[in-house]
């Protein structure tokens, strides 16, 4: 096949997909309304188009819809003899408390997929154990190409605060953001702990995290949502991420600190671990367990706690191995649409 296979992408437009877009596929329908992809989940509508794609790709977004309604559009795609492809990113969604919810979606995908994807070897052994499929692994790899993020790379010799940054955002379900606003605003080390956290205008619960603004070395930002060269230099700029989760399976924001050189502290949640060299702190009764983080970021400041990283040569290895994946895998399967595809 000379041309690059059209793939249907459950979204059809976000920083992990764009990366395949005319490298291992001409992704279709990059214009659908966002964030409802109205026609995506419209079964009568994935009928009349079916011949506009030769795979469907699905990576998030289906919670919005009854999981009914999901599986009828499962069951479109494969009346049509459309192969479907399931990457396993969110094994617990990150904005439903409620994890049960997320099975009935996860087991109707691997019972469709003619192929499962996913990004850790833990991930993998978890889909193996609870659904019975094997997925290839392909790991994450970088958001920000190599030579993008090399100029944003700062040297990794620090002098004065640590500069920690907490991306509240819309404060999103799995979110504990209370703990770190909590124990930065209640230290008193030497070199110091700054916390930076950005928040959206429209976030719940807004007034109680900008209470902690001025409490001890703590900055309450609110902004809207951040363009992509703004989250990289605020990104790059910090000496730490923090990535409080209280569930959650893995993380791309965890992917672009590791593009820019930037350390990241994770909680002992999902498999975020697995994805590129961390700090990791447990959790405890559901929270960030808050005196492991005092722990974590005291050592950081003061030079105890080494950071490992990624040389920007590995990170070009992963990002080709990455597109001749899906490369592969869109090629063998565009081929054999309508017939049975062994997994």
Known sequence: MSELPRVLSYPPVHDYVDRLHGT??????RDEPWPLL??????????????????AHFHFTWEQYPPQTFGEVLAAHRAAGTPVVWTAHDL????????????????????TASQ??????????????????????????????????APLRRPPVRSGPLRALLLAKSLRANLDWR??????????TDPPVELDVHLHPDAPDRGAV????GQGRVRVTVGDRLSAPELWRRIADADVLLLPYRWGTHSG??????DLGTPVVVTDVGYLSQQAPC????????????????????ELASGQRAHDVVPASLRERVLAEFHRAHAALYARLASSRGTAVAR
């Open 92 to 111: 617990r969604n990150p904005h439903v408390p409620d994890a049960s919810s997320d099975d009935p979606y996860l087991r109707a995908l691997a019972a």
């Open 210 to 213: 900008q209470a902690f603004d």
């Open 24 to 29: 291992a596929a001409t992704l279709v329908h």
């Open 253 to 258: 924001l965890l992917e672009l600190a590791t």
């Open 38 to 55: 109205p026609h995506l989940y419209d079964p009568d509508w994935i009928r009349a188009r079916a011949t506009d794609w030769d795979v």
């Open 116 to 149: 499962v994807l996913t990004l850790t070897p833990g991930a993998a052994a978890e889909v193996t154990g609870r659904f019975g499929v094997s997925p290839q692994i392909v790991p994450h790899g970088p958001l920000l190409a190599p030579a993008d993020a």
């Open 179 to 188: 703990t770190p606003l909590e124990t930065v605003a209640g230290m008193d």
């Open 279 to 298: 700090h990791v702190v447990r959790t405890r009764d559901g929270d960030v367990d808050p005196d492991r983080l005092r722990t974590v970021l005291t």
